[in-house]
């Protein structure tokens, strides 16, 4: 309060304030280290020295601003809970100095302490009793009462009696520090209420505070003001309150005293003037007769600081006034004069009136009369202002026949003269009454009713319209006679438009209003019904609310006058004092705002509300409380029912806000929705006073925002956007509560409340402080790491600058690191040229013309230059109150117009001769970039309101004929339709026209669409259709900002009942297809289906389908899996055509692409996925012919050939996956899509909760995820029913695994720790353990994936409980290290899913957060364990490059922690340790491969310029490793590298080998694993080339083929790491699996084994891998048998690791390519040349199905069940015993 009334006082020189003057001292460092935990401690000694501490540092008079938080949380906590009450008094004491030091700073925490302070008044001993009020005052001045009232308001009904007692004296303290326009009616009505009820309590102590706070408040606001809330009190107590009143001394002493001295005057002279009725609008020091000296105290004339422009009116000085702020004291004096007796009447008006005019007045005879009165009317004419004796003239008017004179001619001279009178003297309310009466009478009268009209007027220009306006209407509806009754409506009507609305009685008007109505009479209801009109001009929507119950026939009427003045403006007033006020006020902008915003206020508070308070029992809110869900429902469906009931309510609701917080956390979503629909009912309902509840209710409204359900976080900001409506947005933005919610680490959250800030914020002229405290948030959200939130944040960051400006920005990026400090401040550099400029005052020239003229505003809006017309519009959008009154009135206006002489009328016809366009160089260009920077209104609205309109009037005045843009915007449609026909006309003539102005045509269009003439909408898409062919034959092509602008309005047409008009919408939407890209239209449908219009959902979802079957696949967006999966939605949907739609679109799909379709969409309930394969079977089978309605509607549809082409092409992995779907469509055609639930829902859903989940990191598994999945996916019930082989059980076996898995990512912790503990109990056990195989994959994926969960949402979640988090960890934890020590499981796991999973782990080493947790320490040691586990038992090629994989992307990414790659490099140093045991099993071709890349993406030079060399060393070490353990054979595992140049690793490789060579030769002999002799290796290169190239062109030649086979394989068992690579290269596929096989058959004879093999194992290796066949005689060690053993073991699907070389096909097949798909299409590929081969026929037959199989089924069979195992065992044996 007192800075306010500081600037206020301009007579004094402005005193300086000492505490200005102080330096700030730092306290919050200086608190003993150990405070917090003192203030915890039992003995009571301990925390009274910890508050003793405090005491001293807060005594500082000026403290400096921090974060408070955590003493204020102490403070309170003692305050409200300790035992001891002299700490208790301590704390408060404590509280007390912090509010003083810190003044405002204190207001964000005042919300938290108050209701702990009210509450502890229960306290008896004076001394705590008196430290909590010195506490609870000074707090009261850091915040306003405004803010802290709820509180109050809640202790007031306290059932101690003490609470009570101290509420009202803290009221009583605080009204004492306020003025009138801190303390405004909508705030002291519930205070009063509360008072009047403490002031009728049993206990005296209540009664007499509750009395001190009502005369103190009377005394700030005076006495009229606070009498309305005091009805029911009785007179004993009205004295009593007056008589504090009169004791009370305010604050602010001398101000205070003036204000009341007026406040005294008024009431004296009010009760004087007996006959002026008390509801009149006049104010205090009008009634004065001095104008200005009166008022010499009172802040009024305080203001006139500014030599230019008239007085100031400070904000409610005047309490009676509503409608007469800013205006000059001289203009609105009120004459106020004693009634007159008949004599002194007589006796002025004989001084004044010749003799002859007096007598003859009465005469019998009317000729006389008319004599007489006409030279009364000469004689007022020439009498002087102060002459005209007023009240005596009209009363010798009103002398017998007076009103009742029967001669007309005479009763308008005398009504003419009556006007005239009030318009040349000091006409007074005495003298009005006189007349009214008469007049009234007479204004339904043929002949006198236009004079006694302009009587009235007149009187009513000289006695202010309200009170006029009143007098007229009561006695109007106290005579019987219809006709006065409908035309004093009328006369009002007129009235209302030239006066203003402002100070007007709503009240009275509509009970007079609905008598009116109830008129038998229909003028009279008509003429009711138009002054409803007039009046809905001024107060929109509120005034409909009062109506509610009319009947429905005449609510239909009333309807239909609100629609027709529906986007009109209410014109400028033209009489009365309001149109002097504008001239020259230059600082009047804020009152006039706030004028409006009271007036819409006022409006509300006359709705009658209902107290339902008594209907909240305490039943109900145990009922919303319950823990049964059901029963919850049931308690919020009655609270519904009772708000519906009582339309509008009163704001306090007493306890039922904190049941209603509760439910918006509910766990049940529905509920959570019921709870918002209530809570949107409860803002209209309750209506600007929820502003009470916007801490308790509306902030957790903005915690929903942060839900991942779309549909909720779309209810919780429609709610929020219904309270910012009725609560302005100050209440929100102050204190620490928002920007707290813009803290939480939500992306859903930040994004929706970015939006809605950047949306919100250009809107508000000024903001609360606080928002600084969002900035620090605001930054973050800049680098968040979801790239919506950092789009919504750089949205928001102009919206930011413009309140704050960049000073305040700036200084706020110094808390930054150096790096982000870096990038805000560039973003802060950009978002400078974006800022929106402020929403200007009020727009006065929408409402009063300025210089006072009574121009018409029509003329004011032509004359306007075009710049200001475009800001008005602005500005209009920027205030929706403004947007009432803003602009210049469009269609009103228009009427004029009919009536224009007929000469301009030919001028016109001449115009037309010109085009009808113009084209701008670069018009549109420069539309389109004032948009983008958000100069004028972005062109999006559901409905469009009169600023857009206006804006649009504005672009084309410079581009389209001005006749043809008055047909456009002209009031009848007519109009419009003549204005297309002329655009129909000049289509094809002025084609360049028409296209430099498209986008300007296009927006008039979409206004069209909002018409209800069908006429005009049946024509607008007759020119569409025209145009858009036009358009395609010219080969143009739409841009964004056309297409944005106008394609989801015609969507909305697509909904339309009429059947041709949906038709025509259908050709117009196929042929944009022309002129703009399908699948961008794609998107604009898709929107369409949202829509909660069935027709329009049904169509749009018939759309898509057909553009999928015209464009293909390619056309969905964002990608074909998620557009398809929204479609599949509506297959659920309630009306049957939706459904139908849905199908249909999904079934032209399938025609298309086949089964496909049921992996795109993946999950759907039962019920959906089996109407969806009905339908399939029904339809899907003939494919060829499309529904005849089709075929017509999309005549132009350009077909896209390239559609199954370009399916899915996302990356090698999808390719892979498409190829093996279109191998398996080949291979059966009528195989069934359904496959089993388990390896399809949970998975998918899994994955789309990960989305929801997690922010993006770098380069996660993505790419590879469906991949991953691919094994998952593949099998095919058909083929199961065929195989006789398979083991069914084992089918269910691997399906409930499926299941199991799925669960482990689940966002239920227990039903995650389940699972886990499930596939522990098998894991554990030896047995069971196999029959994970083939699942490690998925099983580890779900793993990270709950690890992510767990880091991202778990952890920030403050409810749960973190030993419920702990356990997770451990449970997870403990999985994976049983896991990775069965080894077979544990080298099943692929490179992407590694990569991952120490992406996961190293994370969780990292997490501060777990450190924190009690048992964090032994989490982290167990991970150490599992790092450990992992790189020694995985496959060792795919975890070697798993992490050189990650080290690269740690690096990449700007997010990563150098602790990350550090760790990461920790584990390669492990791994380059057990190389030499390794080494053996490693495939160093991808390993080098990895190398390549990660040196490609860092070369040399960048790696200097990185801080860190050790990456560099690790990869050097690792290189310097393989060399030493490799030798000169390192140099042939380069063969994956396609271009070697591209990275140094070859010249690196040249150089360790140059240094190392002599010392490693040997040893690399011993090391390899084969054995072969070095003098072979020495065999010159030239002739080992010719050699091979005379065997392999044997083996070309039909005749020698077997000759060259044999040679071949005797070269090789010479030679056996002889490459033969480069001469199988560059043949063909089948060429080299027949020599491989020719091969295998010569080893299989010469070993004498024939050929019973079993045909799976034809998976060969590399021939340069296969195990040589030594020399007769020689030794052979046990590597070669193990190297057999390991062949084996991959053929039956044991062991997913890859040899040292990899097989042909994988080194033919792309190098980037996951080893899941690659096998499986390996085995395809093997599978049909094999099937071709005819020596191997009958083998083959035995087992292809089965074969078949495991080359569908996951990589690592389900098929090796125990006895293989044991069969293979058995043929190792035989083979070694062979050999021996």
């Known amino acids: 309060g007192d800075s306010e009334t500081g600037a206020e006082d301009g007579e004094d020189v402005p005193q300086i304030d000492a505490y200005e003057l102080l330096e700030a001292v730092e306290i919050l460092s200086k608190l003993p280290k150990d405070f917090y935990e003192k203030i915890e401690a039992k003995k009571w000694q301990e925390r009274k020295e910890a508050l003793e501490a405090v005491e001293i540092l807060v005594k500082n008079p000026k403290l400096e601003n921090g974060d408070y938080g955590d003493l204020v949380k102490e403070l309170k906590k003692v305050v409200g809970k300790d035992s001891n009450v002299m700490l208790v008094a301590l704390a408060a004491k404590c509280l007390a100095g912090l509010a003083t030091g810190l003044r405002k700073k204190f207001g964000t925490y005042s919300g938290h302490v108050v209701p702990t302070i009210l509450e502890k008044f229960k306290e008896k001993k004076p001394q705590v009793v008196q430290a909590l009020q010195e506490a609870i005052d000074a707090i009261f001045l850091t915040t306003t009462l405004q803010n802290i009232s709820e509180d109050v308001l809640a202790v007031m009904d306290n059932k101690n009696p003490a609470i009570k007692q101290q509420a009202s004296l803290f009221l009583a303290r605080s009204f004492r520090h306020c003025i009138p326009s801190t303390l405004p009616k909508s705030l002291l009505k519930p205070l009063c209420a509360a008072l009047v009820k403490q002031i009728n309590d049993s206990a005296p102590e209540v009664r007499d505070a509750a009395f001190e706070a009502l005369g103190t408040a009377q005394k700030v606001v005076g006495e009229r003001a606070v009498n309305p809330f005091l009805a029911d009190v009785d007179k004993l107590k009205l004295d009593r309150i007056k008589e504090c009143c009169d004791k009370v001394e305010l604050a602010y002493g001398k101000k205070g005293g003036g204000a009341s001295t007026v406040e005294k005057k008024e009431s004296k002279v009010a009760s004087t003037s007996g006959k002026v009725p008390a509801s009149s609008g006049a104010s205090g020091d009008k009634d004065t007769k001095e104008p200005a000296k009166s008022s010499g105290p009172s802040k009024k004339a305080s203001t006139v600081k500014q030599a230019s422009g008239p007085p100031r009116k400070a904000k409610g000085s005047t309490s009676g006034g509503a409608g007469v702020k800013g205006k000059k004291v001289t203009d609105t004096k009120e004459v106020f004069e004693q009634e007159l007796s008949p004599e002194a009447c007589e006796e002025k008006a004989a001084s004044v009136l010749p003799a002859t005019c007096l007598q003859q007045l009465d005469s019998g005879n009317w000729k006389e009369r008319l004599a007489s009165i006409e030279e009364f009317q000469k004689a007022v004419e020439v009498m002087e202002k102060h002459d005209v004796p007023c009240q005596a003239l009209v009363r010798m008017l009103a002398k017998k026949p007076g009103w009742k004179e029967t001669n007309f001619q005479v009763m308008q001279m005398k009504l003419h003269i009556v006007s005239l009178i009030a318009q040349r003297g000091n006409f007074s309310r005495t003298s009005a009454l006189i007349v009214l009466d008469g007049l009234v009478d007479k204004i339904g009268d043929v002949k006198c009713g236009s004079n006694a009209k302009e009587a009235l007027t007149a009187v009513a220009e000289a006695c202010m319209l309200p009170w006029t306006a009143e007098q007229v209407v009561s006695l109007a509806f106290a005579q019987k006679n219809p006709k006065n009754q409908s035309e004093t409506l009328n006369w009002l009507s007129n009235a209302i438009k030239e006066f203003g609305f402002a100070g007007l009685n709503v009240k009275a008007f509509i009970s007079n209003v609905k008598t009116a109505l109830a008129a038998t009479n229909p003028a009279v209801r008509t003429s009711a019904i138009t002054l409803l009109g007039v009046m809905y001009l001024y107060m929109g929507a509120p005034l409909r609310m009062f109506f509610e119950d009319e009947k429905p026939a005449l609510l239909s009427q009333i309807n239909a006058e609100f629609e027709k003045m529906q986007g009109q403006t209410p014109p400028a007033p033209t009489r009365g004092s309001s149109k002097h006020g504008s001239s020259g006020s230059g600082g009047d902008d804020e009152e006039e705002a706030e004028e409006q915003d009271e007036e819409v206020g006022s409006v509300l508070d006359l709705l009658p509300r209902t107290d339902i308070n008594e209907k909240i029992t305490s039943d109900l809110l145990s009922k919303i409380g319950d823990k049964n869900w059901k029963i919850r429902k049931e308690g919020l469906d009655e609270l519904t029912a009772i708000i519906n009931e009582a339309k509008f309510i009163q704001p306090n609701i007493g306890e039922l806000s904190s049941s209603l917080k509760a439910r918006l956390g509910d766990s049940n979503k529905i509920l959570v929705l019921q709870t918002l629909n209530i809570l949107q009912q409860m803002s209209t309902a309750v209506g600007p006073n929820i502003k009470q509840h916007v801490r308790s209710l509306g902030i957790p409204i903005i915690a929903i925002l942060g839900d991942s359900k779309n549909n909720v976080r779309a209810v919780a900001l429609a709610v929020l956007n219904s309270w910012v409506e009725q609560t302005g947005m100050k209440e929100w933005l102050e204190g620490e509560d928002f920007s707290e919610e813009l803290k939480k680490e939500n992306p859903f959250l930040r994004q929706e409340l970015l939006g809605w800030l950047a949306e919100k914020l250009p809107t508000l002229r000024s903001v609360p402080s606080d928002l600084i405290l969002c900035v620090p948030h605001l930054y973050a959200c800049l680098e968040d790491r979801n790239g919506d939130v950092r789009k919504k944040a750089q949205d928001a960051l102009p919206t930011f600058l413009m ?33 929106p400029a402020k929403p200007a005052p009020a727009a006065k020239t929408s409402s009063k013309p300025s210089g006072g003229t ?40 228009g009427m004029p117009g009919k009536k224009v002489p007929s000469k301009p009328n030919l001028k016109d016809e001449d115009d037309r001769s010109g085009p009808i366009f113009t084209i701008l160089p670069n018009g549109k260009e420069q539309r389109m970039k004032e948009e983008k920077a958000l100069k004028v209104l972005k062109w999006n609205f559901t409905t469009p309101r009169d600023e857009y309109i206006e804006q649009l009037k504005v672009q084309m005045s410079s581009c389209i004929a001005k006749w043809l843009q008055d047909e456009m915007f002209h009031a009848d449609f007519q109009h419009h339709n003549k204005a297309l026909a002329v655009m129909i006309e000049n289509l094809e003539s002025e084609k360049e026209g028409v296209i430099s102005c498209l986008d300007l045509i296009l927006k008039w269009v979409t206004l069209r669409f909002f018409d209800t003439n069908t006429s005009v909408l049946m024509k607008v898409l007759e020119y569409l259709k025209l145009l858009f062919t036009m358009l395609g034959q010219a080969e143009f092509r739409m841009n964004e900002n056309e297409a944005s602008s106008f394609i989801p309005y015609l969507v909305l047409k697509v909904g339309e009942p009429k059947d041709v008009i949906r038709k025509d919408v259908r050709i117009i939407l196929n042929k944009m297809c022309l002129v703009y890209p399908a699948s961008k239209m794609f998107t604009f449908i898709m929107e369409g289906t949202k829509s909660k219009n069935s027709k329009q959902r049904a169509e749009c979802l018939e759309e898509l389908g057909c553009l999928i079957e015209s464009n293909g696949m390619n056309v969905c967006q964002p990608t074909p899996s998620k557009a398809l999966k929204e479609i599949a939605v509506h297959i659920g949907d309630r009306d049957t055509t939706v459904r139908n739609a849905a199908l249909n679109t999904i079934v032209a799909v399938y025609n298309v692409h086949g089964d496909q379709v049921f992996k795109l969409i993946g999950n759907l309930s039962e019920k959906d996925m089996s109407m969806l394969e009905e339908r399939i079977k029904r339809v899907a089978k003939r494919p060829a ?70 922010c993006e990191m770098p380069a996660l598994v993505q790419h590879k995820l469906d991949d991953i999945f691919e094994p998952v996916l593949i099998p095919e019930p058909k083929i199961r029913a065929i195989s006789p082989h398979f083991d069914d059980m084992h089918s269910t076996t691997a399906s409930t695994i499926n299941f199991v898995i799925s669960q482990v990512a689940s966002g239920d912790i227990n039903a995650s720790i389940q699972a886990l503990a499930q596939i522990d109990e098998v894991l554990r056990q030896e047995d069971k353990a196999e029959a994970m195989s083939g699942h490690i994959d998925q099983f580890l994926i779900a793993t990270f994936m709950q690890l992510r969960l767990v880091y991202y949402t778990h952890m920030a979640d403050e409810k749960l409980e973190k030993d419920e988090i702990v356990r997770l960890y451990s449970c997870i934890i403990g999985n994976m290290i049983s896991l990775f020590q069965i080894e077979n499981l544990a080298r099943e796991a692929s490179t992407g899913v590694l990569k991952d999973l120490m992406h996961g782990l190293i994370t969780l080493m990292l997490d501060s957060r777990v450190e924190d947790l009690e048992e964090g320490q032994q989490v982290i040691r167990s991970v150490n364990l599992l790092v450990v586990k992992v790189l020694e038992k995985s496959d060792q090629t795919n975890i070697l490059s798993a992490l050189l994989v990650l080290l690269q992307d740690s690096l990449v990414a700007t997010a990563s922690s150098p602790k990350f790659s550090e760790l990461v490099m920790k584990c390669l140093w492990r791994m380059v340790r057990l190389l030499p045991e390794s080494l053996n099993s490693i495939n160093l071709d991808r390993i080098l491969l990895d190398i390549h890349n990660f040196m490609k993406v860092f070369p040399k030079d960048k790696m200097k310029q990185h801080k860190n060399e050790l990456p560099m060393r690790t990869l050097k070490t690792i290189l310097h490793t393989l060399c030493k353990l490799k030798g000169p054979k390192i140099m042939d595992h380069l063969s994956m590298i396609e271009n070697k140049n591209e990275s140094e690793l070859e010249t690196h490789l040249l150089r360790v080998m140059k240094h190392s060579m002599d010392q490693t030769g040997s040893k690399t002999e011993k090391d390899t694993e084969k054995g072969a002799s070095r003098i072979d290796e020495k065999v010159s290169k030239a002739k080992v080339s010719d050699i091979l190239a005379e065997i392999f062109k044997k083996i070309g030649s039909k005749e020698n083929t077997k000759e060259g086979l044999a040679e071949l394989y005797e070269y090789k068992k010479k030679y056996s790491d002889a490459d033969i690579e480069p001469f199988l290269k560059n043949s063909s596929q089948f060429f080299q699996s027949y020599v491989e096989r020719g091969l295998r058959l010569i080893e299989m004879e010469r070993e004498g084994k024939g050929v019973k093999i079993s045909p799976s194992t034809v998976d060969v290796t590399t021939t340069n891998t296969s195990a040589p066949t030594p020399n007769s005689g020689e030794e052979v060690g046990p590597s070669v048998y193990l190297e057999r053993l390991k062949i084996l073991r991959q053929r039956c699907g044991l062991d997913n690791a890859k040899d040292e070389r990899p097989s042909l096909t994988t080194l033919l097949s792309k190098p980037a390519a996951p080893t899941v798909a690659s096998s499986t299409d390996m085995l395809h590929s093997k599978l049909s040349q094999l099937r071709e081969s005819r020596e191997q026929s009958q083998h083959l037959e035995l087992d292809s199905n089965q074969m078949h199989l495991s080359g569908i089924s996951t990589t690592s069979t389900m098929s090796s069940t125990a006895a293989n195992i044991d069969d293979l065992k058995k043929r190792l044996e035989r083979i070694k015993s062979s050999r021996k």
């Open 803 to 835: 309140h704050l400006g960049i000073e305040k920005m700036v200084k706020a990026t110094g808390k930054l690191k150096p790096a982000s400090k870096d990038q805000v401040m560039a973003l802060l550099e950009k978002a400078k040229a974006n800022v």
């Open 1185 to 1254: 012919t499309a529904p005849a309605k089709q075929v017509e509607e999309k005549p132009q549809r350009l077909p896209n050939t390239n559609a199954n082409a370009s399916m899915l092409h996302k990356g090698p992995a999808e390719d892979m996956s498409s190829r093996l779907n279109q191998t398996r469509t080949l291979g059966h055609s009528d195989t069934s899509h359904t496959v089993p639930r388990e390896f399809q829902l949970d998975l998918d859903e899994i994955e789309n909760d990960s989305g929801t989940v997690r």
């Open 854 to 893: 009574a121009a018409p505003a029509k003329s004011m809006s032509a004359a306007a230059p075009m710049e200001d017309s475009v800001s008005s519009s602005m500005e209009s959008k920027m205030d929706p109150k403004k947007a009432k009154t803003g602009g210049a009135a469009t269609k009103t206006k």
